[in-house]
């Protein structure tokens, strides 16, 4: 199985993540204001928000991607802007939209990736590659080419790619977005082994189920900004009373306004 | 079909293409209004000046004078309007099969209630107006302004009837071409690597189709010697001069313009052709339809069989370049560069085959200069090794680095060295150099005998000019490199055009490399003819240095642009 050897499993509560007044500025349109927020080791983080809030954006700002028009953020320790390359080595991505190069085969391109992640090329990075394409069920297609790949075969092969070199923090965007429910119990189950080794997992999804289940904690953004963040038991705590996820993000962000839908329903018969 | 919906579609693609009116949204890039109005503006300011000068112009020379020569020269005229056919049929060639073949990115206008026939149709319509816009942009003033200046009673009828016969002779080559298209990928279909052998053979085709053009054009006697030729050509293909498209185009519009009596039968033959070309328009729509729904288009993929082959793989350890051992980051980048041009024909022959056409107007237009450069042929041929390889680092440093596009991503994210990546492009075209300046020395010691204690000299120089070129096309890429473009290939015909490598970035790749090419061979064969051979290999040295020297020096400059490339430039 995946051998994740990398951190010793005691030194819990260290800081993976810290993320210091982000704020991303796209021509005159503030995409992401003044976030911050901590991963710790071992820990799952769901980000949650409505569509353009800037989940994705605040991603990309910690990936080095996109450079923070105010602040910054560490990835253990290592400044974002200014040790950009030592904080990406420890990090792994599956972008929402995965990026694939479409002439090459599955398995080319996970001998491409592993080769610029200078992993030594050699068996035991194919029997690991191998293990992880028969895990997500696409080892049979990886002699295709990526272009006759389905929209879950895709994400399932940047998922490969972004395990290769066994990560310490992941950086996932809507990973588990069109992805069949064996894939999906298959990546649960990944993800909760990763986090038991000491892995740190940065999420965003818009399956509430999904971070309830799987999330330590979770941030609640909105137009870019925090609106509410901790376990489960604290976002009740916070929202006073027995609710489930759902309610709690549809009362923080805003929910269906049912006086415009039953106006609409009422026109349509 | 509707017509409505037909003009709504088109309504949709060219505001589309040609936004006026710029997105206000904060989140938008703004762009200034003159640069979106730049082509319009251009048109009508081509339009105007040209209508000036002719009404400024031909009254010194008097119209009687040039009524006359025009009217001699009606023929000619067929001639002309029928190369315009010709052109829009050879550009149009793969069209409507690409437009099918990309038909997922129209996946949001096919699910509306319209036709794929008419959706099909508005593609080609499309590309008809794109193909005839520049000689309507030319023409049509031509004909205003010399309609103001004729004595002919119905000279103004020759602008609306030039332009009709110009969407007519356009729409003919577009949808003989499209249907030509779709005819070979039905007889390609499913077959993905024989496909690549077709396209490859296909763009080769091309290439040298433009090069035979460049001779006539600059070997004879100018384009005098091309008509006759294409008209032979017509003929043999039962385009008689009298009674083709061009020839219908000619006597109506040149026809009204000096006067010359029209007769009913060139009526009835323009609107024969006008018929047709509707017919031909609307048989292509069906056709296409037809290959959309019936898949010939489909990537050529064996995903057919669910039996349970165990997939095995091979130890991976490709060794992109044999013969040489490079560390990983540059070892992957040559593979990966390599396999992304072989995987597609057409990208392939463009960039092998493409640069003959370059080199076809160098050499053909000092050939053209007579007997002044004639004992020199061998070094004409030997100076046309410069703009060769200079043409493939190009292709494969420059090009194929901003193709990289959202690739560029995992490179980002990886620990890599973006250097030794950019050096992986930069080598990938050293041995395409290699072999065209090994074929041109073999071509110029048959030519010259006395020459071939140069063809190592000769050899290593080229590959190494390749090699710094090379390194300023990455550089030029990594400034001004448009990393969201898409390959030309995919490209639907009639989108904008995007360059890859923008203005000024593109002179940067080619000037730098071209001075140092030429300057440095001329003075290495020069000290080689004058004072002896051994001196040529003796300066060799120092400028193969200079030039390797040169490709490290930009390839780490664009590395270290590309490493701090911020992800919404090609995201
Ligand atoms: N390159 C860009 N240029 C301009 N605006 C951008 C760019 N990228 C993102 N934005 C804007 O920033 C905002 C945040 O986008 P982002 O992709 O981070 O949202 P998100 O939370 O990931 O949404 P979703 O749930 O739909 O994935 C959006 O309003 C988007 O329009
Ligand atoms: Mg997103």
Request: proline share 4%; hydrophobic share 50%.
């Amino acid at each position: 199985m995946l051998r994740h050897k990398w951190i010793p499993d005691e030194r819990r509560l260290i800081l993976m993540i810290e993320a210091i007044g982000l704020k991303k500025v796209f021509s005159e349109f503030v995409a992401v204001d003044n976030l911050s927020f901590q991963v710790n080791q071992g820990e799952i983080y769901g980000l949650l928000g409505p569509n353009g809030s800037g989940k994705s954006t605040t991603m990309r700002m910690l990936l080095g991607l996109l450079r923070p028009t105010e602040g910054t953020a560490k990835v253990m320790g290592h400044d974002i802007i200014t040790e950009i390359v030592e904080a990406k080595r420890l990090m792994g991505y599956v972008p929402e939209e995965p990026v694939l190069p479409e002439r090459l085969t599955g398995w080319e391109y996970a001998n491409y990736v592993s080769d610029i992640w200078k992993i030594p090329r050699g068996s035991e990075r194919e029997k690991e590659l191998d293990e992880l394409l028969t895990l997500l069920d696409i080892k049979d297609a990886s002699d295709d080419l990526i272009e006759t790949y389905s929209k879950g075969m895709s994400r399932k092969i940047s998922l490969v790619a972004a395990l290769i070199h066994q990560p310490k923090v992941l950086i996932l965007d809507e990973l588990q977005a069109g992805i069949d429910p064996r894939g999906a119990a298959t990546i649960k189950e990944i993800l909760n082994g990763l986090r038991s080794k000491g892995a740190s997992i940065l999420m965003s999804t818009h399956i509430l189920e999904i971070a309830e289940q799987l999330c330590d904690r979770i941030g609640i953004i909105k137009d870019g900004k925090m609106v509410a963040e901790g376990s489960m038991d604290e976002l009740r705590l916070q929202a006073k009373g027995e609710k489930s996820l759902e309610e709690i993000f549809l009362d923080l962000t805003g929910g269906p306004d049912m006086q415009k839908i039953a106006e609409y329903l009422g026109d349509v018969v | 079909m509707t017509l409505s919906d037909l003009w709504v579609l088109l309504k949709q693609d060219l505001t589309q293409s040609y936004r006026v009116s710029g997105a206000k949204g904060k989140r938008t890039k703004q762009k200034s209004v003159f640069r979106r109005l730049l082509l319009p503006i251009a048109a009508v300011v081509i339009g105007v000046v040209i209508v000036w000068v002719i009404v400024a112009v031909v009254p010194l020379v008097g119209w009687d004078t040039l009524g006359t020569i025009l009217s001699d020269n009606i023929g000619a005229g067929s001639s002309l309007f029928n190369v315009l056919l010709l052109f829009s049929f050879i550009g149009s060639i793969m069209v409507s099969a690409t437009t099918v073949g990309n038909s997922s990115k129209m996946e949001y206008l096919m699910t509306m209630p319209i036709s794929l026939r008419t959706l099909f149709l508005e593609k080609t319509i499309i590309v008809i107006l794109y193909s005839s816009v520049f000689f309507l942009v030319i023409g049509t003033p031509i004909f205003i302004g010399l309609s103001i200046t004729s004595t002919a009673p119905l000279a103004f009828l020759s602008v609306p009837l030039f332009v009709a016969m110009m969407l007519v002779i356009s729409t003919l080559g577009v949808s003989i071409g499209g249907l030509m298209g779709l005819l070979f990928s039905r007889i390609l279909a499913g077959r993905r690597r024989l496909k690549q052998v077709g396209w490859f053979l296909g763009s080769t085709l091309a290439v040298f189709g433009s090069i035979i053009y460049y001779y006539f054009f600059f070997a004879s006697n100018g384009l005098g010697d091309l008509f006759p030729i294409l008209i032979q050509i017509a003929s043999a293909l039962g385009l008689t001069s009298g009674i083709s498209p061009g020839a219908a185009t000619s006597t109506l519009s040149l026809g009204f313009l000096v006067g010359a009596p029209v007769t009913i039968s060139e009526v009835v033959l323009a609107l024969i052709y006008g018929v047709v070309a509707i017919s031909l328009v609307n048989l292509n729509a069906y056709v296409s339809e037809t290959a959309h729904y019936s898949g010939w288009l489909t990537s050529g993929s064996k995903r057919t069989s669910k039996t349970k082959t165990p997939v095995l793989h091979e130890t991976w350890n490709p060794r992109p370049i044999p013969g040489f051992t490079f560390n990983t980051a540059t070892s992957v980048s040559i593979w990966y560069n390599l396999t992304n041009i072989r995987r597609e024909g057409r990208v392939l022959a463009q960039y092998l085959v493409g640069p003959l056409r370059f080199v076809a107007i160098i050499f053909l237009g000092l050939f053209a200069g007579g007997d002044i450069v004639a004992g020199y042929t061998s070094f004409i041929v030997i100076a046309v090794i410069v703009p060769f390889v200079i043409s493939y680092a190009v292709s494969f440093a420059g090009y194929e680095l901003v193709y990289e596009g959202r690739n560029l991503m995992n490179l980002q994210l990886a620990p890599l060295s973006m250097y030794d990546y950019v050096m992986g492009k930069i080598y990938s075209s050293a041995p395409f150099a290699l072999v065209a300046s090994t074929i041109v020395s073999i071509i110029v010691a048959i030519i010259a005998p006395s020459l071939w204690i140069y063809i190592p000299v000769v050899i290593v120089s080229a590959v190494c000019i390749n090699q710094a070129a090379g390194g300023i096309a990455a550089n030029a890429a990594a400034i001004g490199g448009d990393f969201r473009a898409e390959r030309l290939v995919t490209r639907q015909r009639g989108a904008q055009v995007q360059m890859p490598i923008r203005g000024w970035s593109m002179l940067r790749a080619q000037l730098l490399p071209n001075l140092i090419g030429f300057t440095g061979l001329s003075i290495i064969m020069g000290l080689g003819v004058f004072f002896g051979p051994l001196f040529a290999y003796v300066v060799l040295v120092p400028f193969g240095l200079i030039c390797l020297s040169l490709s490290r020096h930009y390839a780490r400059s664009a590395g270290r642009k590309l490493t701090q490339k911020e992800a919404s430039d090609y995201l």
